[in-house]
């Protein structure tokens, strides 16, 4: 561990953290925000530049550095020198980050650092001075400072048994314990462990989880990393592998930690919303009927993707998870001792997390979106603590569905969470008034009675869930809101810009294109792109804007069309474009391919002389907000070759728009078909159809998710209901 010396500024290097008292800083780093001055941290190099530079010029017998140091790290180094603390610590100035061991290894080691110091100093840049004790309820600075909103600062909170709170200028806010009320009133955090009369880890792993839920850090991975501590866990230190670290630490905790709670996170049903109900036990223990509403599960993969797995993607997930309680392991073997009788182990496999759990069946509605999938309760050893609303304790359930195998095999595959119908619902259709949100539950609470009679009633069985997205999954979830703003243009948006990339002007050149730009009205660009080496040149038109149709006019969908004439003017398909369009038109982007927070479609022309194919790439610009709009168009254009594909392939990969139907289409899946298009007169005739191609992508609610760049873009629906009708004749 290494310290600084609080009078002389010099580096000294210890074993333990117990060998010396050493105060520690906890602190927000720096941001720049454009609208203050910005000074940076000061690093571990910075101090070892200021130390040889002091050495090199500094007169004999003066060996401090202190008063060299930024204003933050000096008053610092001073206020624990005033205490008799010859030894300090922080976090931006301490540890050398060019080191990936050495950070590693702080990183994992930090909680310890924090709960070993003599005392905590915790730095509230935004709290301008302490002039009185902040009261419960104000909305104070000390209530709004940033400080009770960053991830790392959670663990420099909970691990030292002394913590003292300094404004900006230096001077006394209060100490962790006077001020517990506050803090506890601010972060949710039980004011007993604040003042150290339960330890941290008398807590559950989901309450632990949501104290970080509404909190914020840099990087990504640091939503992991800084709970290191505060979960008694530890495990490599990967930057890079963005939410994959989270997941990596809900790993580690199922190794160390018998705690099921933390699967009690996401959207809940209290059982007086919704009173359970099994098929198999229309009546109690002693003939009464369990509820008067039936609790009817439907499958909510498409509705919420993210949630159907076991393992949550953020401490955000655990926002509504403060209440819930760990049962010890013990306890909950005495009290469902009907069903499970030995304790609950974990295997990560490739099919998920194997396990055995004790699940009672529950009926099933929804027709059309079931799909036949068996739905399950998992009763889980923890429960929810009563308050006001409740006259007690709630047991928790886990909403399992099966997808795959029989039940209590080992091939049994489930995923968590249903749609749920609201209480009112008596057909088999989701109300209008209620979206996927409404509907979709992982988490059941459960009463005593509900809970005795499923312990009667279940069965243990082997299961095998999910716990993660695939890759491809997580980065389309990652991206979500990246792409939303790629095809939808905001309404309060002041203004709209669209610019080519530089890559695409550099590269268009070297082949002898130029681009320019124009604007027609408020919410549509055009960038015109003219072939210089030819003696008549072409233009080929790009239209951007939004669309005219009712989609453009209530959502703000974006519509792109390209042309080609030979003077730059307004886009014949843009005054064309139809009123009457559907979601998934191709001239809408919110039908192009969405990947890695880009929109794509490839588009085939023909110009005089020569077929084109143009890959149009788009972006959102760095620096959009809900007032401005700045979108980066990529263009990419090459010669498309003259000999076209002959042979149809009516594959199961195809996927069309719900809007596009093909006659016989199931029956005719893997038949190659010859379409006789090998031969054509290109001064007489339209090119034709290469080939009946749809990128591998998948439409979800008329949506197209991911695809990849194939050799074909604009896709001529009513081209291909035509040859549907060739292909049936034939």
Not at 38 to 43: C, Q, S, Y
Not at 582 to 606: E, G, L, P, V
Not at 609 to 620: E, G, M, N, P, Q
Request: with cysteine.
């Amino acid at each position: 561990m290494r310290l600084i010396h609080t009078r002389t500024g010099a580096f000294h290097t210890f074993e333990s953290p117990h060998d010396v008292p050493y105060a520690i800083l906890s602190h927000v780093w720096a941001k720049e925000d454009g609208r203050t001055e910005f000074r940076p941290e000061v690093t571990y190099e910075d101090i070892c530049r200021i130390q040889r530079k002091h050495a090199a010029q500094a007169p004999a017998g003066c060996v401090s550095i202190i008063s060299q140091l930024p204003d933050k790290i000096r008053c610092f180094c001073e206020t624990a020198a005033s205490q008799d603390l010859d030894y300090a610590w922080g976090d931006s100035f301490c540890i050398d980050k060019t080191s990936s061991a050495e950070l590693s290894e702080a990183i994992n080691s930090m909680f310890n650092w924090y709960r070993c110091a003599a005392v905590c100093y915790a730095y509230l840049h935004d709290v301008p001075s302490a002039t009185t004790i902040p009261e419960p309820g104000a909305h104070s600075p000390f209530y709004q400072s940033a400080w009770h909103k960053r991830g790392w600062t959670l663990q420099e909170l909970l691990a030292p048994q002394a913590v003292v709170f300094y404004a900006a200028d230096w001077t006394i806010i209060g100490t962790k314990h006077t001020l517990a009320t506050q803090i506890s009133e601010v972060t949710n955090i039980h004011r007993d462990i604040l003042t150290s009369q339960r330890s941290l880890y008398d807590f559950s792993v989901a309450c632990r989880m949501s104290w970080a839920a509404s909190r914020r850090t840099t990087r990504k991975e640091d939503e992991a990393y800084s709970l290191l501590g505060i979960l008694g866990v530890s495990m490599p230190i990967i930057y890079g592998e963005g939410g994959h670290a989270f997941i990596r630490l809900q790993e580690e905790i199922l190794k160390h930690i018998p705690d099921q709670t933390i699967f009690a996170w996401g959207s809940y049903l209290r059982g007086r919303s919704l009173a359970f109900h099994s098929p198999r036990l229309s009546r109690g223990a002693e003939g009464a009927p369990l509820a008067s509403n039936q609790l009817l599960a439907g499958s909510g993969s498409k509705w919420m993707p993210h949630h159907q797995y076991l393992f949550a993607s953020s401490p955000l997930d655990f926002r509504c998870s403060y209440n819930v309680e760990k049962i010890p392991q013990d306890v909950f073997l005495r009290t469902a001792n009907a069903s499970l009788q030995t304790r609950t182990t974990y295997t990560t496999t490739p099919y998920g997390i194997h396990t055995r759990l004790p699940l009672v069946r529950i009926a099933s509605s929804l027709s059309g979106m079931q799909k036949g999938d068996a739905t399950y309760i998992a009763l889980l050893a923890c429960k929810v603590k009563g308050d006001s609303e409740t006259s007690g304790d709630n047991f928790v359930g886990l909403v399992l569905r099966q997808t795959q195998g029989e039940p209590g095999s080992s091939a049994s595959e489930y995923l968590t969470g249903a749609l749920i119908d609201p209480p009112a619902a008596t057909s088999s259709t989701i109300p209008s008034n209620y979206s996927a949100n409404d509907l979709y539950y992982r988490i059941v609470y459960l009463s005593r009675r509900e809970f005795d009679i499923c312990v009667l009633r279940s069965e243990s069985v082997d299961v095998h869930i999910p716990y993660r997205p695939s890759p491809d999954s997580y980065a389309l979830q990652r991206d979500t809101a990246d792409h939303e703003s790629l095809y939808r243009l905001s309404f309060a948006s002041g203004s709209f810009e669209l610019h080519m990339s530089k890559w695409s002007q550099v590269a268009l050149e070297a082949t002898g294109y130029r681009g320019t730009h124009r604007r027609l009205g408020r919410d549509v660009r055009v960038i015109d792109i003219e072939n210089m080496a030819e003696a008549e040149p072409e233009i080929i038109s790009i239209t951007i804007g939004r669309c005219e149709c009712h989609y453009g006019e209530r959502e703000g969908f974006l519509s792109a069309y390209i042309d080609v004439s030979h003077n730059p003017g307004p886009s014949a398909s843009a005054r064309a474009s139809s009123t009457r369009h559907t979601s998934t038109q191709d001239h809408h982007i919110y039908s192009w391919a969405f990947y890695n927070s880009t929109a794509s479609k490839d588009f085939h022309m023909r110009l005089r002389t020569r077929d084109i194919t143009a890959r149009l790439v788009l972006k959102r610009a760095k620096g959009s907000d809900d007032q401005l709009s700045k979108y980066i168009l990529g263009v990419d254009i090459w010669d498309a070759p003259t000999v076209v594909s002959t042979t149809c392939e009516l594959a199961d990969s195809v996927t069309l728009p719900p809007d596009v139907s093909m006659s016989d289409q199931s029956s005719r899946r893997g038949k190659s078909v010859p379409l006789e298009l090998a031969k054509w007169n290109s001064d007489t005739q339209d090119p034709p159809l290469a080939t009946l191609h749809t990128p591998a992508s998948t439409f979800v609610n008329g949506k197209k998710l991911l695809g990849s760049h194939g050799p074909s873009t604009t896709t001529d629906y009513d081209g291909l209901r035509a040859r549907a009708a060739h292909v049936q004749q034939a």
